[in-house]
C-alpha cells in the first residue's frame, strides 16, 4: 500500500553578488557529490541554477525544480546569499524546506575563498522570520559538504512527515465510546495543520460492511490472514468476516479519499461493535498498519494523527498503546532489577488489545478479546491479536489538540524489555529514563490522554523537528527531564 511519500529534495544553491558565484556553484556540487557517495541519490535533485540577487534567478530555480519533481528544497547557502531571492524561494515553494550553509574550507583560503555564509544565516533566519516561513534549520546549519549532506539527509523523514500531513485525509467511524472524553478532538486544530478529515457514523460502517458479504475477494484475504499468522491462526473461523471487513475499509478509502493522497483511519470497536459485526477489528487494525495504513481504535482521532507522523518519520510501523498499567513490584526486582539501568519507577507497561502488527510482536496468537468477554459472549468477541512487544529501542509520543483548542506534544525515547509479560493483548514491559517523573508533571499535568504512539527505534530527534515544524510551540513540546532537572510543577521538596 503506497500511503507516504517518496521525498526528492531540490537543492538550490544561492550567491550574494559581491561574492564569487563559483564558491556557491563548486560548494553545491561537492555537497552533492557527498550525499550520492554515503546515501540515496534518489533523496536528491541538484538545481544547476544559482540564485544570485535576482528574482529572475529564483523564479528560474523555482520552475526548475518543479520540473524535476522536487516535493522538498534545501537552500544551500554556499556564501553569504542573497536574502531577498533565497526567502522568496521558500514562500513559493509549497512544500517542506530547510536551510544549512557552507563552512570555510581552509585558513590557506580565507581572502578570495571566504563566502561569510556564517553570517549570512542569521539574515537568511531573520527575512524568514519577517516573511512568516516556515523552514527547518539544523542543530548547528554550518557545514562541509560531509555536514550538510549528513542534514540533508536528516531533513528526509521530516520533510516525509511534513508532506504528508499537507496531504492526508482521516476518515473516522462513530463517535467516541462512553467515558471516552480523554481522546476527546477538537478538530480546528487538524485544519491547522492542513489535514482534512471525514467524519462518518458506525452505521455508515455497518452497511458497508454487510454490502460485502459474499465478497468474492475474501477467500484472497483469508489466505493472506492465514499465511500471516501461522501457528498462531488459533480461531480461524473468524477470519471471513475479517476479511469482510478490511476490504470494506479499503473500498471506503478509495472511495472517500477524494484529491488527498494520504489516508488514516480511526473506528469505534465497541460497545455495540461486537453484538453487531460479531467479531472485534482488532487484528484487521495490525494488519492496516502493516500495510502501511494506521488505524487507531476508539475513535482516537489525534493518536492515529500521531500514528501517521511516527510511521512517515520511522518509514517503518507504527502502533497505538494505552498507557497501561504498572510493572509488579515482584516482576521488576526478578526480571528488571540490576540486570537493566533503570529504576522501578522508569518502568511501565504499554498495552492494547491487539491492535500491533505481527512483525512487532515476539510471538502472537488469534484470540478472544479478554476484557469484554467478561461481559459478553466469548464468540462475538473474537478477533484480537496477543503477543508480547519485540524488545528493542521505541520513542513513545503523541500530537494532542487540548479541549480549548491549544496544540500540545510529548516525546520519550525507551526501550521495550525482554522481559515477559505473562499477561493478555499487544503489550511489553517499557522503560523510559525517569518515567515516573514523566508520567506526572508531562503526562498528568499537560492533561495526555491515555493512548500514546509507539514507533520502533529512536526517532525523537525527528519527530521534535516535525513537531516545531507544524506549529507546536516548543514550550508545549513535553520530554523527560533527566535526573536532576526540575519540571515547572515539580515540587522541589519532594
Known amino acids: 500500500m503506497n500511503n507516504l511519500p517518496e521525498i526528492k529534495i531540490g537543492i538550490v544553491a544561492v550567491s550574494r553578488d559581491c561574492f564569487p558565484a563559483s564558491l556557491a556553484t563548486n560548494r553545491r556540487e561537492a555537497l552533492v557529490k557527498a550525499y550520492k557517495e ?13 540564485i544570485i540577487e535576482s528574482e529572475i534567478d529564483m523564479q528560474n530555480a523555482l520552475e526548475d525544480i518543479k520540473k524535476a519533481g522536487c516535493n522538498a528544497l534545501c537552500v544551500f547557502l554556499g556564501n553569504f546569499g542573497p536574502e531577498i531571492s533565497e526567502t522568496l524561494l521558500a514562500k513559493y515553494f509549497e512544500g517542506p524546506k530547510m536551510f544549512c550553509a557552507a563552512a570555510e574550507e581552509s585558513q590557506k583560503d580565507l581572502m578570495d575563498g571566504r563566502g561569510d555564509a556564517y553570517c549570512g544565516m542569521l539574515n537568511a533566519s531573520y527575512n524568514l522570520a519577517l516573511r512568516n516561513i516556515k523552514a527547518y534549520i539544523p542543530e548547528y546549519p554550518v557545514g562541509d559538504a560531509a555536514d550538510c549532506a549528513e542534514m540533508i539527509h536528516e531533513f528526509v523523514p521530516i520533510a516525509r ?11 473516522s467511524f462513530g463517535p467516541r465510546p462512553q467515558n471516552f472524553l480523554a481522546c476527546n478532538a477538537p478538530i480546528k486544530q487538524l485544519y491547522n495543520l492542513g489535514v482534512e478529515i471525514e467524519e ?18 475474501i477467500d484472497a484475504i483469508v489466505k493472506e490472514m492465514a499465511e500471516d499468522l501461522g501457528s498462531g491462526n488459533k480461531i480461524p473461523e473468524v477470519l471471513p468476516k475479517l476479511a469482510q471487513y478490511e476490504l470494506t475499509l479499503k473500498d471506503w478509502v ?58 512517515a518519520v520511522s518509514d517503518d510501523v507504527v502502533t497505538l498503546l494505552d498507557i497501561n498499567n504498572s510493572v509488579p513490584k515482584d516482576m521488576y526486582e526478578e526480571s528488571i532489577k540490576g540486570k537493566f539501568d533503570y529504576k522501578f519507577t522508569d518502568t511501565f507497561m504499554g498495552f492494547h488489545c491487539g491492535n500491533t502488527c505481527t512483525r512487532k510482536l515476539s510471538f502472537h496468537e488469534m484470540k478472544y478479546q479478554k476484557i469484554m468477554a467478561r461481559a459478553l459472549p466469548r ?18 509520543y503523541r500530537l494532542q489538540s487540548t479541549a480549548d483548542g491549544k496544540i500540545r506534544a510529548y516525546i520519550a525515547e525507551g526501550e521495550v524489555l525482554p522481559v515477559a509479560t505473562q499477561s493478555f493483548g499487544s503489550i511489553g514491559v517499557f522503560a523510559i529514563k525517569e518515567m515516573g517523573r514523566f508520567y506526572r508533571h508531562v503526562l498528568i499535568e499537560k492533561n495526555f490522554p491515555h493512548h500514546g504512539a509507539v514507533a520502533f527505534g529512536n526517532n525523537g530527534k525527528a519527530l521534535y523537528e516535525v513537531f516545531k515544524y507544524i506549529g507546536v510551540p516548543v514550550e508545549e513540546i513535553g520530554y523527560n527531564q533527566p535526573e536532576g532537572v526540575r519540571y515547572p510543577t515539580e515540587n522541589p521538596w519532594a
Open 38 to 50: 554515503k546515501f540515496d541519490a534518489k533523496d536528491i535533485y541538484e538545481c544547476p541554477i544559482t
Open 379 to 396: 464468540e462475538v468477541t473474537n478477533g484480537t491479536l496477543e503477543g508480547d512487544i519485540l524488545p528493542g529501542d521505541i520513542t513513545f
Open 254 to 311: 478509495e472511495g472517500h479519499k477524494g484529491c488527498r493522497e494520504f489516508v488514516a483511519l480511526t473506528t469505534k470497536c465497541w460497545p455495540a461493535f461486537q453484538t453487531q459485526f460479531g467479531f472485534v477489528p482488532c487484528y484487521v487494525n495490525s494488519r492496516l498498519a502493516g500495510q502501511g495504513m494506521p488505524v487507531s481504535c476508539e475513535v482516537d482521532i489525534y493518536g492515529v494523527l500521531s500514528e501517521f507522523i511516527g510511521q
Open 161 to 171: 512527515a511534513v508532506y504528508a500531513l499537507q496531504n492526508l485525509k482521516i476518515i
Open 200 to 217: 462518518n457514523s458506525e452505521l455508515d460502517l455497518f452497511e458497508s460492511f454487510n454490502k460485502h458479504a459474499g465478497d468474492e475477494r
